[in-house]
């Protein structure tokens, strides 16, 4: 435990010139000197044995992403009015009764919607990277959506 904490000590002293955070869009290489140590301090004389890393390039965080897919709705989706139908159904081998008007369903819809949607990446930043999937993506994110099929009229907003 000690040796930790001479290390963390000892890294707290690195050198001003250290970058921590490198802004996007940026290249950079990283440069490691390994070198024997003694009680913890460098041996002297010991040039030690440098590794670059190979060039990195920092990439912008997106922000924002653009979706397309289904919505459900909540508007009626079944509509009535006056119509012809006859007064008891037909059976087989029996002719249909007297026809009469009536109130009858004229349209029946699917309560689902494509939308156009923009949402934001308010729990961390995304990368365009090589990463695998972390957990913090599947976290509902803040959304705002319009309607294909009435863009004028229905407007989604949710997560």
């Known amino acids: 435990m000690l040796e930790v904490e001479r290390a963390r000590s000892l890294l707290a002293r690195a050198p001003s010139g250290w970058v921590r955070h490198v802004a996007p869009g940026?290249?950079?290489?990283?440069?490691?000197v390994r070198t024997r140590l003694r009680h913890g301090?460098?041996?002297a004389g010991d040039l030690g044995e440098a590794f670059e890393s190979p060039t990195i390039e920092t990439l912008p965080p997106i922000l924002f992403d653009i979706g397309v897919g289904p919505g459900l709705?909540?508007?009626q989706t079944e509509a009535y009015g006056l119509g012809v139908a006859p007064l008891r159904q037909e059976r087989?081998?029996?002719?249909?009764g007297p026809v009469t008007t009536r109130v009858i369903r004229t349209e029946e819809a699917i309560n689902v919607d494509g939308v156009v949607s923009l949402s934001a990446y308010i729990w961390g930043r995304r990368y365009l990277d090589d990463t695998i999937l972390h957990a913090r993506q599947l976290l509902p994110r803040s959304m705002l959506g319009l309607s294909i099929r009435d863009p004028f009229s229905s407007i989604y907003v949710g997560g």
């Open 26 to 32: 940026r290249e950079l290489v990283l440069t490691v």
């Open 92 to 96: 087989a081998g029996e002719p249909a």
């Open 41 to 43: 301090t460098a041996v």
């Open 73 to 75: 709705t909540l508007r």
